[in-house]
Structures are given as C-alpha cells and as structure tokens.
C-alpha cells in the first residue's frame, strides 16, 4: 500500500526558505520509473505543479519557478525535500507529494503520471 | 508552455450525464491523448480517475470516462450521484513538465 506524507513549518516568514520533506512507503526509489512530485494548491484556487525527482535522479521542475525550487532525495530513507527560496505571501498554499510513475510518449517524451497523493500540508507565509 | 481551460462550474441531476471539458492546443492535447483527470472533495487530496485519456485506475467506478475530440479532452460522468460533487481537474505534460487546468466546480443539484 502506497503512503505519502507531507512535514514542514507552521509557519513561513516572508524572504525565508521553505523546507518541506516527504516521507513515504509502499515503493521506493530502487525501482526504476518511479518518482515523486510536489503539488500546490492556494487556498480556494486550482493545483499547481512545482518538481518532481525520478529514481535515477532525474529532476524535472516547474518552468516559473524553476530558480526558486530545489528537490533532492533519499533513497535510504525513503524521503524526498523541495525548498523553496525568496517565500512570499503568494506561495500561501497547502503542499501535497505524489508518487509519479515514468511514462513515455514519442511526442512528449517522459513524464511523470502522479497517482498516490499525501494529504496535504498547509504553508501560510506571513510576517 | 501548456494551458489547460475548463469551465468554472457545471451541474446536473441525479441520474443524469455530464461531461468537463479541458481544451489545450495542437500542441499538447490535440497532439497526443495522454490527459489525466482527477477529482478533489473539500479538504481532501486530489484522487486520481482517468490517466493517459481514457484508462481508469482499479476501483474507480466505471460511471467516469474520458475522451477527445480535436484539442479538448473531456471527462465524463454518466448515472451523477451525490457523492460525485467535487472539484475535477485536468492535467497533461509537455516538456518534462506537468500542466493543470483551472479546475470545474461539479454541483449535483
């Protein structure tokens, strides 16, 4: 059974780094064509995908705010950690992980398909 | 870079059909049909229904389906009930990267 859970701050002052962790189980980074990916979702509005890391240590990341994020992960501790640099009052969101699996089209490339989701975890940014 | 729309709101009876759509371009969904849709309830995780256009996860009831047509996607919803008003979103892939439509409201009246 596929489990995801999302860990980070209660609380996010503007201008600082945001450090969210990941913890999972069910799969791991061992096996190829699965990754993980990071998901947001503002209050009241729609999701938005932020990176995802695969298991050979391709990262993939979001094309706006490519220069703010940085996903890694540990295959040891079946845990993956975004951060997420220069926060604002915008980036107020909860924050979900998702396992991803590695497809293929030939028109495309590889992309990630996120099926298991965590919860959620609420990040306010405020001063 | 994708862009995904979807209408803000739809709404139906119990019993009745209904379709969301999510129209990119011929570039993302009029190219290749690999669209995932997912369905959120207030307060909880998105839940993954359709992947790769039209192929239902196990256990997903087979009332929702997915199609294209042109550079839309749609989801499909047929024998509405309660349980189904929710918020559904639709998803596709460019690049690497993964796009989200805005969203579609479902009200079962």
């Known amino acids: 059974q596929i489990t995801l859970w999302e860990s980070g701050p209660t609380l996010v002052k503007p201008t600082q780094t945001l450090t969210l962790t990941c913890t999972f189980s069910?799969?791991?980074?061992?096996?190829?064509?699965?990754?993980v990916g990071w998901i947001r979702q503002p209050p009241g509005k729609a999701l938005e995908w932020l990176a995802l890391i695969y298991w050979n240590d391709d990262k993939r990341y979001s094309p706006s705010l490519k220069s703010r994020l940085t996903i890694t992960k540990d295959t040891s501790k079946n845990q993956v950690v975004l951060t997420m640099t220069n926060m604002d009052h915008m980036d107020t969101a909860t924050y979900y992980c998702a396992h991803a699996r590695r497809r293929y089209h030939f028109l495309t490339g590889y992309y990630g398909e996120l099926d298991y989701w965590g919860r959620g975890t609420l990040v306010p940014v405020s001063s | 870079q994708s862009a995904l729309t979807q209408p803000a709101s739809v709404s139906g009876s119990p019993g009745q059909s209904i379709t969301i759509s999510c129209t990119g371009t011929n570039s993302d969904v009029g190219n290749y049909n690999i669209v995932a849709w997912y369905q959120q309830h207030p307060g909880k995780a998105p839940k993954l229904i359709i992947y790769e256009g039209s192929e239902r996860p196990s256990g997903v009831s087979n009332r929702f389906s997915g199609s294209k047509s042109g550079n839309a996607a749609s989801l499909t919803i047929s024998g509405l009930q309660a349980e189904d008003e929710a918020d559904y979103y639709c998803?596709?892939?460019?690049?690497?990267?993964?796009?989200f439509g805005g969203g579609t409201r479902l009200t079962v009246l």
């Open positions: 998803c596709s892939y460019e690049g690497g990267s993964t796009f």
């Open positions: 069910g799969f791991s980074f061992r096996t190829s064509g699965v990754g």
